[in-house]
T-cell receptor
Framework: AQSVTQLDSHVSVSEGTPVLLRCNYSSSYSPSLFWYVQHPNKGLQLLLKYTSAATLVKGINGFEAEFKKSETSFHLTKPSAHMSDAAEYFCVVIGSYGQNFVFGPGTRLSVLP | KAGVTQTPRYLIKTRGQQVTLSCSPISGHRSVSWYQQTPGQGLQFLFEYFSETQRNKGNFPGRFSGRQFSNSRSEMNVSTLELGDSALYLC???????????FGPGTRLTVT
């Protein structure tokens, strides 16, 4: 069975400082992994995806994530936070064809001026 | 390319009633998934339809049902509404499993 753990329910950073949102996964298969962002009262937007190509994945708005199989991690980073990054972030795993997406509980990112 | 659309965007219903929500996927996408989002339970998977067949189902009671039409549009139905069904219902479409999903804006259902 697949599962996702997001280690922090809330992360607070100052504008201009780095962002690190942590995600660990469990999957019986070589997984596909995604990060989604949800701004208040909006739907979910895809930030980036890993599908067994390069282990360092670049996404939109300056975000990137690194797949580390040995650590079963897929942490999301950004070098410099912007006020507009304040939102809820979800890590998602899918194990294999025909299985459904499994969402993590989410991490709320606050960006302080 | 038009995104995923959901109708209606907001809905208020009374306990015991039933409701039908609609989702139009991105053109060419054959997979449609439905999720329930609440503050307490987060995002929970309801079911997935692919080429008019339910391929996966989450752990929800039988009051929650869905279907998919030949044009890939999907509907979900909730019968005998309960207060706990108040939530944001999100629809997502994708080309197929293991591909990224694209989400609609959601339908906010309030049960009174």
């Amino acid at each position: 069975a697949q599962s996702v753990t997001q280690l922090d329910s809330h992360v607070s950073v100052s504008e201009g400082t780095p962002v690190l949102l942590r995600c660990n996964y469990s999957s019986s298969y070589s997984p596909s992994l995604f990060w989604y962002v949800q701004h208040p009262n909006k739907g979910l937007q895809l930030l980036l995806k890993y599908t067994s190509a390069a282990t360092l994945v670049k996404g939109i708005n300056g975000f990137e994530a690194e797949f580390k199989k040995s650590e079963t991690s897929f942490h999301l980073t950004k070098p410099s936070a912007h006020m507009s990054d304040a939102a809820e972030y979800f890590c998602v795993v899918i194990g294999s064809y025909g299985q459904n997406f499994v969402f993590g509980p989410g991490t709320r990112l606050s960006v302080l001026p | 390319k038009a995104g995923v659309t959901q109708t209606p965007r907001y809905l208020i219903k009374t306990r015991g009633q039933q409701v039908t929500l609609s989702c139009s996927p991105i053109s060419g996408h054959r997979s449609v998934s439905w999720y329930q989002q609440t503050p307490g339970q987060g995002l929970q998977f309801l079911f997935e339809y692919f080429s008019e067949t339910q391929r996966n189902k989450g752990n929800f009671p039988g009051r929650f049902s869905g279907r998919q039409f030949s044009n890939s549009r999907s509907e979900m139905n909730v019968s005998t509404l309960e207060l706990g069904d108040s939530a944001l219902y999100l629809c997502a479409s994708s080309f197929d499993s293991t591909y990224e999903q694209y989400f609609g804006p959601g339908t906010r259902l309030t049960v009174t």
